[in-house]
């Protein structure tokens, strides 16, 4: 029997530009090479790009994960993460009842990427 293995898909909302994307998917290759190569990390969107989320569960259910976590890559709670990611979430888990599927809060709401923000906002008037 293979060892478990957790997927892990940074959602974020898309947009017509592509170079829109270009933060989440460096985003995604660091998270790669800090897990490393049997630990697939995956970037989903909510609309305007691919994969979306259900395609990115159903890809690393089908490359063996069996838990997935979701990280909502959004600065807060806005409709999106409190009415349609839920949504999403329960037709993943329905079409795929034995893998675990969860959400963490939204980036944003984390203390200490707020902390990582204010730092960087201070290092930016020590540029002038």
Same mark, same amino acid.
């Given at each position: 029997m293979s060892p478990a +293995?957790? %997927?892990?898909?940074? =959602?974020?909302? %898309? *947009?017509? #530009? *592509? +170079?829109?994307? @270009?933060? =989440? @998917?460096?985003? *995604? #290759?660091?998270l790669r090479t800090l897990r490393g190569r049997d630990a697939p990390v995956a970037l989903a969107f909510l609309e305007l790009m691919t994969p979306d989320l259900a395609t990115a569960v159903a890809e690393q259910v089908t490359a063996g994960c069996t838990t997935i976590t979701v990280v909502p890559v959004f600065f807060g709670q806005g409709g999106h993460v409190r009415s349609d990611l839920p949504q999403m979430l329960d037709a993943c888990r329905a079409a795929h009842p034995g893998v675990p599927i969860r959400a963490s809060v939204p980036v944003g709401e984390d203390d200490a990427v707020l902390d990582a923000l204010a730092q960087y906002c201070l290092r930016q008037l020590e540029r002038d």
């Open positions: +293995r957790h %997927g892990l898909i940074l =959602f974020a909302h %898309g *947009a017509r #530009d *592509a +170079r829109w994307a @270009e933060p =989440f @998917e460096r985003l *995604a #290759d660091k």
